[in-house]
């Protein structure tokens, strides 16, 4: 199990940038295949960005291809969402979540471990 802690979401004019970040505990997250996902009010949990765990691959939905762009540093436990050029419909609780030893995938039913959640809001 790894437990995860996303900081990073606040309110932005549409155009902006935010940065998520995603903090992980434990000793293994290099074997952690992690994601990004978000929910709107009265929708579904939907993928955003996915990092794999090994070979540096990264696979986007096409929502957000060339606005967004997920990272991470092992040496430091983390993941991370660049976001730029927001838009309204990107306005969500944005989720962290992590899939240990898992191919690269947009199924949020992959993923072990969430967490918590930071609400995004982008303003027209």
């Known amino acids: 199990q790894v437990q995860l802690v996303e900081s990073g979401g606040g309110l932005v004019q549409a155009g902006g940038s935010l940065r998520l970040s995603c903090a992980a505990s434990?000793?293994?997250?290099?074997?952690?295949?992690m994601g990004w996902f978000r929910q709107a009010p009265g929708k579904e949990r939907e993928f955003v960005a996915a990092s794999g765990w090994s070979g540096g691959s990264t696979y986007y939905a096409d929502s957000v291809k060339g606005r967004f762009t997920i990272s991470r540093d092992d040496a430091k436990n983390t993941v991370s969402l660049q976001m730029n050029s927001l838009k309204p419909e990107d306005t969500a609780i944005y989720y962290c979540?992590?899939?240990?030893?898992?191919?690269?995938?947009?199924?949020?039913?992959?993923?072990?471990?969430w967490g918590q959640g930071t609400q995004v809001t982008v303003s027209s």
């Open positions: 434990g000793r293994t997250f290099s074997t952690y295949t």
């Open positions: 979540a992590a899939n240990r030893y898992g191919k690269i995938t947009d199924s949020k039913y992959r993923y072990e471990n």
